[in-house]
């Protein structure tokens, strides 16, 4: 019984082992995977469609050549220097498994997943099974995903350098520069970040109908020689200069659609720069400078090769030459606020001529009048008295004139610093005043420039107020710094006053002095009073 039930067992089992070769025969020829065998000569045994069509898409050799017999490498030419090695290590006993294979055959490129296994019989290396799955789709999309990142993470890059470079030129802006760096550095900044290969800044000039180069970056030598030449309507220069925003991608194109003016009427400079122009360039940006609505010139920017201009670049260029305008905007106020200091420093000379030195002129006018009309009378005794005071009148006078004209001569507070410029100043006033004048100096005087410049005004204004109103015989400057603070203190011996009388009308120059301490973070104390002399201090931090 039990071995009837065997036998039975073993003849159900007969046809199901019949009925999983068809089963594995189906799945062989279905599977979306290609699988093939080879021998160990790399000659193909069998495989299956998928593999086959592989090798169909992928290489020059047609479906139909897929045969028996045929080796690896003639199915897939321009193989072998990368697979060969790979098969040797298979030959050898290994399974070697590859994700994302690169593989080029008769130029074409795919990418694969593969396995090899050896194929073992009797324990001997007889050939190798090869598993292949296409990933070159995934691999694709993959790198085209990369590009993007790549292309996002240059975009962040330029932004950012755009950022910076827009940045750096507004710190230019507000720098002591002079009008003709801001614009070179602001053409050299755009062609940067524009990428071009040169770049001009153009005045045009409405009223003499010309244009004129006022900086430039990158230009060659010939191209910067012409420095103007005629805005000439009808020609192609008005187009470029319109006023409006122009991107030109070839220059070439674009000056052989054009009309330009007839030879004979078209200016020499104006073909001159024409053909400078596309002896050297191919494409070309030009933004307006506009200032307070009216068309100031152009920010041109120069290419070497013909190239699309894409919005941004274009917006990135007109904010450029707003940056541009800007700066000559703001060079025009600079000057005007220039001459208006100097209009308002010269009206306050001559409001402190009137008030002191032609007042005195006026009354050595009066007293000699009075002399000439006492002697005349025979009356000897008054004349003595006027001619004393005609003396004094006259020193006062000339103290006086002599610091009119101190300070009318150039400021030599950045020449000499700050010591010697407060040397210069008692040397060439008070001491030809016939005043014992001294600078004493405590401690190193290295100072930042805005304390020098507060500190010297403050004894400046503390020396002129002696001279003016204290007639003293001796005056001492003293100056001490140590690590952390510096002290000034300015010392007559004149006729001093009530601090209380002055301190609410701020008159003698109190109210500039203690506004100029407050300004540097000190404080000013005063000290004087009627026969005792004056005393000036100020006292303040320095930062580290």
Not at 303 to 329: C, H, K, N, V, W
Not at 445 to 457: C, F, K, N, Q, S
Request: proline residues 5%.
């Amino acid at each position: 019984m039990a071995e009837d039930s065997s036998a039975e067992t073993r003849g159900s089992g007969e046809p199901c082992v019949g009925t999983e070769r068809t089963l594995l025969k189906v799945l062989f020829d279905r599977m979306p995977m290609g699988i093939a065998v080879f021998d160990r000569e790399a000659r193909l045994r069998r495989c299956n469609p998928t593999w086959a069509e592989f090798i169909g898409r992928y290489t020059p050799t047609p479906v139909s050549r897929v045969v028996a017999g045929t080796s690896l490498f003639e199915l897939a030419p321009g193989t072998e220097d990368r697979f060969r090695p790979v098969l040797d290590r298979v030959l050898t006993g290994e399974t070697v498994r590859l994700e994302g294979f690169r593989s080029e055959s008769g130029g074409i490129v795919s990418y694969w997943d593969v396995v090899f296994a050896p194929l073992v019989e009797d324990g001997a290396v007889v050939g190798f099974i090869d598993v292949t799955i296409d990933a070159t789709e995934r691999e694709l999309s993959h790198q085209t995903l990369a590009q993007r990142v790549e292309e996002r993470t240059s975009e962040l890059r330029q932004r950012r350098r755009v950022a910076e470079g827009l940045r750096d030129i507004l710190n230019v802006l507000n720098s002591d520069r002079s009008r003709g760096e801001i614009l070179g550095y602001i053409v050299a900044e755009a062609s940067h970040l524009l990428g071009a290969n040169g770049g001009a800044i153009y005045h045009l000039d409405q009223v003499q109908g010309s244009v004129t180069l006022e900086a430039s970056h990158g230009l060659p030598d010939p191209f910067v020689a012409l420095e103007a030449f005629p805005l000439q309507p009808g020609s192609v220069v008005d187009d470029l200069f319109s006023g409006t925003p122009v991107a030109i991608p070839d220059l070439s194109s674009y000056l052989s659609t054009e009309t330009p003016a007839e030879d004979g009427a078209q200016d020499v400079r104006v073909r001159t720069w024409l053909d400078r122009v596309t002896g050297h360039y191919r494409a070309y940006l030009g933004v307006p400078l506009v200032i307070k609505d009216q068309v100031y010139g152009t920010l041109g920017l120069y290419y070497g090769d013909p190239r699309t201009f894409s919005e941004e670049e274009i917006q990135l260029g007109i904010a450029l030459g707003d940056q541009a305008a800007l700066a000559i905007e703001n060079a025009r106020l600079r000057s005007q606020a220039s001459q208006v200091a100097v209009v308002a420093e010269r009206e306050r000379l001559a409001r402190e001529l009137h008030d002191s030195v032609t007042q005195s002129l006026y009354s050595l006018t009066l007293l000699a009048e009075a002399s000439q009309r006492m002697v005349g009378a025979g009356d000897l005794e008054p004349v003595r008295e006027y001619t004393a005071r005609l003396g004094e009148i006259a020193q006062q006078a000339l103290r006086e004139m002599r610091l009119l004209v101190y300070q009318l001569r150039p400021l030599v507070l950045k020449r000499e610093g700050l010591v010697g410029a407060l040397q210069q100043r008692l040397d060439a006033v008070e001491k030809r005043a016939g005043v014992d004048a001294r600078l004493l100096v405590e401690g190193p005087i290295e100072l930042p420039a805005e304390i020098e410049d507060g500190l010297y005004r403050i004894a400046q204004e503390a020396l002129n107020n002696a001279l003016k109103h204290a007639v003293p015989t001796s005056v001492t400057v003293r100056i001490r710094a140590n690590g952390e603070g510096v002290a000034l203190e300015v010392r007559d011996d004149g006729r001093g006053f009530d601090p209380e009388e002055v301190r609410d009308a701020g008159g003698m120059g109190l109210a500039n002095m203690r506004d100029r301490a407050e300004r540097l973070g000190g404080d000013l104390v005063l000290l004087s009073a009627p026969g005792e002399g004056t005393t000036v201090k100020v006292s303040l931090e320095v930062p580290g």
